[in-house]
């Protein structure tokens, strides 16, 4: 996503101007190229034989999964490392999408650039408070209602919209099964102090309440990030890629609960 203040003169608007002057297997074949440039050893290799659509949709899922498994061990040993980290993503999608045939990719990056900066900020100092979650996640929305609303950036701005709404989610269930305290303890204990916390947060998890708070929101997040895969546009899949990504990272967390 790529609000005002942070635009950079290349505007979403270019792929859609290339996209009504090449035929589709051109401008996939260009997306393909932007692909390899930011290639990952072993998986995009991969990525790459699955349509378009299917590679905007692992990478969002992708770049969901990398604040919980990179971003949130460093940001609790080096938080300002974390932070300024932002604007290394930021410089790489603003490179990215200065290329015609990667500009797609660097606006997928820039939404995500908005996830990594929440999460530096409130996982680096605000994380013993669970209520400033949702806001400090939130900080990049204005600019992604904007953005949409002017008709820019939408594979970036829907994935962060997906990523945000996903996160939503995941706090609401806390509130609702009142995890709230098991949250404030899991961040200020050391490591080997958590399995009692865990074991607490498993008991009321596996209530009649907290199963079927689970069940629900599972039905929400495979409605919404279901749906608009039944579009071929990039943005839609981003999105759906984003939302859907959040079972499978709460479910790792469930099952790291339970093991613990």
Known sequence: MSPSPLRNPYSSSILSQ?????????????????????????????????????????????????????????????????????GGWLWLSIWLRSRPQSEAWGD??????????????????????PFFHLPIEAVGLPFAIVGLMRGQDKIGNWFYLGSLFGTAMTDAYFYAVDLIPQW????????????????????????????SWAIG???VLLLVG???????????????????STILVDGLFWLAAISA
């Open 18 to 86: 290339q996209a009504g002057s090449l035929a589709p297997a051109d401008l996939s074949a260009g997306l393909e190229t932007g692909l390899e440039e930011v290639s990952i050893p072993l998986i995009s290799p991969i990525v790459r034989k699955l349509s378009l659509t299917w590679q905007f949709f692992v990478a969002s899922a992708f770049l969901v999964s990398i604040p919980v498994f990179l971003q949130a061990p460093l940001v609790r040993s080096a938080p300002w490392l974390s932070l300024v980290m932002t």
């Open 108 to 129: 997928l990056l820039m939404g995500f650039t908005w996830t990594w900066l929440a999460g530096s900020i409130y996982w680096g100092w605000l994380r013993w408070e």
């Open 184 to 211: 404030r303890q899991l961040v200020q204990v050391e490591p080997h102090l958590i399995q009692p916390i865990f074991q607490s947060a498993i008991a009321q998890m596996q209530t009649t309440w907290g199963i």
């Open 217 to 219: 929101l599972a039905v």
């Open 226 to 244: 279901g749906l608009p895969l039944r579009s071929k546009q990039l943005h839609w899949w981003a999105m759906g890629g984003a939302v859907l």
